[in-house]
């Protein structure tokens, strides 16, 4: 850090220090927010839970202690009876009219917590005019309550997590200013020892211009290797024993910069986004000579005839608390799973897979190998979750306000050579066999709220998209250097969903503000901008020529074996660009993306729609809603078929890359597959 850095940031944490001995914990909060400068850091968890308590996040404060209920050392009665009081508080204070009867519920949960004397003071509190009024509470102010309830929630945890004490900043104002201006009027063109001028105006430029970033569209397709090369966390000084190096690289010896184009770039038109499809690739030899029907089958065929009147269970997955995301990896032999529980797991579809291509699912056991699980992935609940083309890695979006890259292990090594589920927590393997590989993993940090949406860019999967709660522009990320390298701006609210076409050739964007916004990426402009005021805040976005397409394109061989053995004929595409969009009160809008109009919408649900997928071939639209139902739309007929497979909420549905095959997760803590039967 240069000096002039060194003392802003010495200036914003005497600031801190003054406005905390002066109790403006508001302004405090908001001064550690902006400046991303804490006043003092107490550890990793317990910074979190500050986090949580100052936002006055207190719903999600609970879910935070709740693992921590069976520990003997930490009074969990205690830590939960101040979080409620104060959002008991916050309650009366908030609102002019109160709901009474929702009020004495609150005093009902907290009875149980509270001794005699305190819960006979807030029932005194609920009947005076103001709190202030009450004598405990002269100088109560919200921002003040959440303060002091964070001082005594961790009283209680310092026996469960290591917590440095709260110090005085040594630093003085006055001094600061003093050093700062003597900076300032020093002499400027002092000589830097070993460097001439040129060579610093040099390597500047080149500092410079490996910072511009757009996309690639990687031609080559070229396998992303780990290297030496490390990168480490930032970190305060209390964290560095708890926290672990994270060695990472996403680069090769020939490493395309992200920003230029290769030389034969695909044209797109993104004004009018008339973007023409590029020609299949040549089969090889061994596969036209295989051929038997006398055309080469793609992904298209393998939901020609699907009929969901024929879908069933196949099996599930369960936790111990909802699950909220999943993605299927490039080929679909695997998935993973997002959690409230904080877990990543990846789970083997290789059974149910196999037995649908060469038609054995009468009588053959179907199951799914949870083959990896990764817990405490992040320090809340797991939101969203994506799988790169490649299937080298995993990003993973949290309520932490954080998004986490993994290196992917060869999990099919992993299945091979392990007969249990390995169980990789906290910087260490908990159970597994043989040489297991070193796992590598990135933090991203910026969001200012719960990350939404995570996507990787489906050609160059070096860039990472993301959108959330408190933040109006789409996120651009290097994941080689793990910088939020551009902010796309345009909406007005939240962005809740991000979807890509196939070919990356434009990315789709949805939220609050109701509109969906189509982005060039490489020339970081919005072309489209489609109006749903008519509608609901859009929740969800899927696109009829995503990954998905191209994906099932490269799975000739699976769509051959499953082609002969169901007789299907081959149908044709449809090469209209549609997008689905899912919203809070249930409605699924569908759009022309071309014409930038509406196109249709459909009613069928009767509760908040969480989430839409286009199938493979672009004919189905599978949505899955809040009131326990999974919707499918036939769009080459208009029809809508309902079915309501989970016993609570329905969070994400996913289409498999190639096959009929369905998957949902719900907040009933399972996560479903359905196949044909």
């Not at 002091?148 to 006055?174: A, D, R, S, W």
């Not at 299945?415 to 260490?428: D, K, L, M």
């Not at 699976?558 to 002969?564: H, L, V």
């Amino acid at each position: 850090m240069n000096k002039k850095t060194q003392y802003q940031e010495d200036i914003i944490k005497s600031v801190l220090g003054l406005l905390h001995s002066n109790q403006y914990f508001k302004a405090l909060t908001s001064l550690e927010q902006e400046s991303k400068i804490r006043l003092h850091s107490y550890g990793k968890e317990i910074d979190f839970l500050y986090d949580l308590l100052m936002d006055g996040r207190f719903d999600d404060a609970e879910k935070f202690i709740q693992p921590l209920r069976s520990r003997s050392e930490f009074n969990y009665t205690k830590v939960l009876y101040e979080i409620r009081k104060q959002k008991f508080l916050e309650s009366i204070e908030n609102s002019d009219s109160p709901n009474l009867q929702e009020l004495v519920n609150a005093l009902k949960e907290i009875e149980s917590l509270a001794s005699k004397e305190e819960f006979n003071t807030l029932c005194l509190c609920l009947s005076l005019d103001k709190i202030t009024d009450h004598a405990d509470y002269s100088d109560w102010t919200i921002w003040k309550g959440r303060y002091y309830c964070f001082n005594e929630c961790i009283k209680y945890m310092n026996h469960v997590y290591p917590i440095t004490n709260y110090q005085k900043p040594k630093i003085n104002l006055e001094e600061v200013v003093l050093k700062s201006l003597d900076s300032e009027f020093s002499p400027k063109n002092e000589k830097v020892e070993g460097t001439s001028p040129r060579v610093l105006k040099t390597s500047t430029q080149g500092s410079r211009e490996s910072s511009r970033y757009s996309y690639n569209m990687n031609p080559e397709n070229k396998k992303i290797e780990p290297n030496e090369g490390s990168f480490v966390i930032n970190e305060s000084e209390t964290d560095k024993e708890s926290k672990k190096s994270v060695s990472w690289n996403i680069g090769s010896k020939e490493e395309q910069e992200i920003g230029k184009d290769p030389e034969n770039p695909k044209s797109v038109f993104i004004e009018s986004l008339d973007i023409s499809s590029e020609e299949p690739q040549q089969e090889e030899k061994e596969e036209e000579e295989d051929e038997s029907h006398g055309f080469a089958p793609t992904n298209y065929e393998l939901m020609a005839q699907f009929d969901p009147s024929t879908l069933r269970e196949v099996t599930k997955v369960k936790d111990i608390q909802p699950i909220r995301a999943c993605a299927f990896n490039h080929d679909g032999d695997y998935f993973v799973l997002g959690t409230n529980s904080k877990t990543l797991k990846v789970c083997s579809l290789h059974n149910i897979v196999d037995g649908l291509i060469y038609n054995e699912q009468q009588g053959r056991e179907q199951f799914i190998d949870i083959v990896f699980e990764m817990n405490n992935v992040h320090y809340g609940s797991v939101y969203c979750v994506d799988w790169s083309n490649s299937g080298q890695q995993i990003a993973s979006g949290s309520n932490d306000k954080s998004i986490k890259v993994i290196y992917a292990p060869d999990f099919l090594t992993l299945q091979e050579t392990n007969s249990e589920t390995v169980i990789y927590s906290n910087g260490r393997y908990l159970t597994g066999e043989g040489d297991l590989p070193e796992l590598q993993e990135r933090l991203l940090t910026g969001h200012e709220g719960t990350v939404r949406t995570v996507l990787f860019h489906p050609v160059d999967e070096r860039v990472l998209m993301s959108g959330g709660i408190a933040d109006a522009s789409l996120k651009l990320w290097n994941t080689e250097t793990g910088q939020n390298y551009q902010s796309l701006a345009g909406h007005l609210g939240a962005i809740y969903s991000i979807a890509a076409a196939g070919d990356g050739s434009y990315v789709c964007s949805v939220g609050t503000d109701k509109k969906v916004r189509v982005w060039d990426i490489r020339s970081a402009k919005c072309g489209i901008s489609m109006n749903g005021e008519m509608f609901s805040e859009m929740n969800s976005i899927t696109v009829n020529n995503s990954i998905q397409n191209i994906r099932a394109e490269t799975k000739i061989k699976i769509a051959k074996m499953y082609m002969n053995n169901r007789g299907m004929n081959k149908p044709q595409p449809n090469s209209q660009k549609l997008a689905a969009v899912g919203h809070t009160d249930g409605t699924v809008s569908i759009w022309d993306i071309t014409a930038g109009k509406l196109f249709s919408k459909y009613t069928y649900h009767s509760s908040e729609c969480r989430s839409v997928d286009f199938s493979s071939n672009g004919q189905w639209i599978a949505s899955g809603s809040f009131d326990s139902t999974l919707g499918l739309i036939d769009m080459s007929k208009g029809q809508v078929f309902k079915l309501e497979p989970h016993m609570d909420r329905i969070v994400s549905a996913k289409w498999h890359p190639s096959l009929p095959i369905l998957l949902s997760t719900s907040a009933d803590k399972t996560a479903r597959i359905f196949s044909i039967c």
